[in-house]
T-cell receptor
Framework: DTAVSQTPKYLVTQMGNDKSIKCEQNLGHDTMYWYKQDSKKFLKIMFSYNNKELIINETVPNRFSPKSPDKAHLNLHINSLELGDSAVYFC???????????????FGPGTRLLVL | AQTVTQSQPEMSVQEAETVTLSCTYDTSESNYYLFWYKQPPSRQMILVIRQEAYKQQNATENRFSVNFQKAAKSFSLKISDSQLGDTAMYFCAFMKRGGSNYKLTFGKGTLLTVNP
């Protein structure tokens, strides 16, 4: 019954590798997000998609590429991983409807990425 | 651009007592939402409470309530009858209302420890 799920929960990889993190929501929401939480616990938006369309792209290196095959899925692909990419990546979703509780974002459990 | 400041990196409280976490924000917007999210050691981001800026009444959710002072741009969280399960990192967050840019801007968090 998980509302927003992410796979994998943990990812350990070598510098230079390419990896993907998958996100799925079963809430029927139209908008999905990726946030990055750094080692100091600071959370920052990376991307937002509304109905498979990119809405927000916040100064993220182009090694990061989000892909939304349908509105229930938003995957994050990272090329040429660097040490500084080590972080926890959170997926979130919301109804994306202006006004009311529809703008509340619900988060997945996070994916801890460690680049060695 | 919006900024959110949480001036207390760490706080502690005895079980059953009341604690207040501070949050201030800076924005030129008049229509927005404010949120408190909780992140326990499990890493999950959990919505605690939300406040619409156009509502004067302070939001409450069981033992959690806010003191929203729009003119002062202050949004504190009060936790009554603290429980051990309230031990977590608490994040204050801002979101502009309307349009399609639903990104959350987070503060740096306050680590709350509830002691038995």
């Amino acid at each position: 019954d998980t509302a927003v799920s992410q796979t994998p929960k943990y990812l350990v990889t070598q510098m230079g590798n390419d990896k993907s993190i998958k996100c799925e929501q079963n809430l029927g929401h139209d908008t999905m997000y990726w946030y990055k939480q750094d080692s100091k616990k600071f959370l920052k938006i990376m991307f937002s998609y509304n109905n498979k369309e990119l809405i927000i792209n916040e100064t993220v290196p182009n090694r990061f590429s989000p892909k939304s095959p349908d509105k229930a899925h938003l995957n994050l692909h990272i090329n040429s991983l660097e040490l500084g990419d080590s972080a926890v990546y959170f997926c979130a979703s919301s109804q994306g409807v202006s006004g009311g509780p529809g703008e509340t974002q619900y988060f997945g459990p996070g994916t801890r990425l460690l680049v060695l | 651009a919006q900024t959110v400041t949480q001036s207390q990196p760490e706080m502690s409280v005895q079980e059953a007592e009341t604690v207040t976490l501070s949050c201030t924000y800076d924005t030129s917007e008049s229509n927005y939402y404010l949120f408190w999210y909780k992140q326990p050691p499990s890493r999950q981001m959990i919505l605690v409470i939300r406040q619409e800026a156009y509502k004067q009444q302070n939001a409450t959710e069981n033992r959690f309530s806010v003191n929203f002072q729009k003119a002062a741009k202050s949004f504190s969280l009060k936790i009554s009858d603290s429980q051990l399960g309230d031990t977590a990192m608490y994040f204050c967050a801002f979101m502009k209302r309307g349009g399609s840019n639903y990104k959350l801007t987070f503060g740096k968090g306050t680590l709350l420890t509830v002691n038995p």
